[in-house]
């Protein structure tokens, strides 16, 4: 874990920093003045690479097949105009919000683009297409963060979540980038396992442990679940309320641990870029209902800096259990194992 801390360090400049600090100043001095603006670049973005996905996970709006929005995949055109755009600012970058990164035909391509700008670069996958081939082409592309999800340590455990998923290929896949890794002499990507507790699977958490020990991974992460309709409860809400991000109230009924804040960092320093190049402004939204702007027509400063997104921030300060999107937000409520 910790060469993955100097390795994100060695990403940073003078021009990146100097942004960085001047977003957490606007951040501060917005907190207190109660006032909008921003006018540095986010240091942490997230790419849609695809909504298309092999599974369907019940508590996944592109499992579920639910979206309003269009699907598709991303251009790569529009992405390198827009990473060559940041590149001064951007510390971090998320190939990924909704769907599977490596459906995508040019995913790698892209990641290579970003890594060669000295960019941070991160992705999570249900590790189903890492054939050895693929494998050592994640290594190559220099991507630095690779986020196995691996919900259960048996077939049956897993697919109650993974559902249409296959353990083995995650198992294989798993071992395909470690030792593509030894074989490449490289200590990148990252490799974590991450395991979201849910209530079919929060009886295996000890095994997963023990199983991220034996395959070699670099870091295992435990994960809280969100969940859409948590007011009546649901079976993937954990029994072990250390693990659940909602707590159950004498009535019966579920209410969201986290306190709801006026005021949220992410606003700030990060956003979310789908597919087609709609701005959103964080991973809470699923289907896009709060577009900002959109690169593919208008640079990403002028998004980042528009009316729409000022005016959304001010809303954010004023009343934030006013925004659909943050009432079922559980920033701070997650839990690393």
């Known amino acids: 874990m910790f060469k993955d801390y100097l390795n994100f360090l060695s990403k940073v400049t003078f021009k990146r920093a100097k942004n960085a600090l001047g977003l957490v100043f606007g951040f501060i001095w917005s907190k207190y003045s109660k006032g909008n603006k921003n006018s540095y670049l986010p240091v942490a973005l997230a790419f849609e690479p695809t909504t298309s996905c092999n599974l369907r996970c019940p508590e996944c709006p592109s499992g579920l097949r639910s979206f309003t929005r269009p699907t598709g995949m991303l251009s790569k055109s529009l992405f390198e105009k827009t ?8 510390l971090y970058l998320t190939f990924y919000f909704q769907g599977e990164p490596y459906l995508h035909p040019d995913f790698l391509e892209m990641v290579k683009f970003a890594a060669e700008r000295k960019v941070y670069t991160s992705t999570s996958t249900n590790a189903h297409y890492l054939d050895y081939a ?10 630095d963060r690779l986020i196995i999800s691996i919900d259960g340590t048996t077939q049956e455990t897993y697919k109650a979540y993974r559902v249409g998923g296959d353990l083995k290929k995650v198992i294989a896949g798993t071992k395909n980038i470690i030792q593509a890794k030894k074989d490449l002499n490289s200590s990148t990507p990252h490799v974590i396992f991450q395991f979201l507790v849910v209530g079919p699977n929060e009886h295996q958490i000890e095994d997963v442990k023990a199983l991220a020990k034996e395959m070699g991974v670099d870091e295992l992460r435990l994960k809280t679940a969100q969940i859409y309709d948590y007011e009546n ?4 809400i954990p029994q072990n309320d250390k693990y659940a991000r909602y707590k159950k109230l004498a009535n019966g009924k579920f209410q969201i641990k986290n306190k709801l804040i006026d005021h949220c960092w992410k606003m700030w320093h990060s956003c979310v870029i789908t597919w087609d ?17 959109d690169v593919s027509k208008k640079t990403f400063t002028d998004v980042w800096n528009s009316e729409v997104y000022l005016n959304f921030r001010k809303k954010l300060i004023s009343g934030r259990k006013n925004i659909e999107m943050c009432k079922n937000c559980t920033e701070g409520t997650k839990i690393w194992g």
């Open 134 to 143: 693929n494998a050592v082409k994640t290594v190559e592309s220099g991507l």
């Open 83 to 90: 990473i060559d755009e940041l590149k001064d600012a951007l």
């Open 233 to 236: 409860g649901s079976e993937f």
């Open 277 to 293: 190049g709609l701005v959103v402004p964080c991973c809470f939204d699923k289907d896009a209902e709060y577009r900002m702007g």
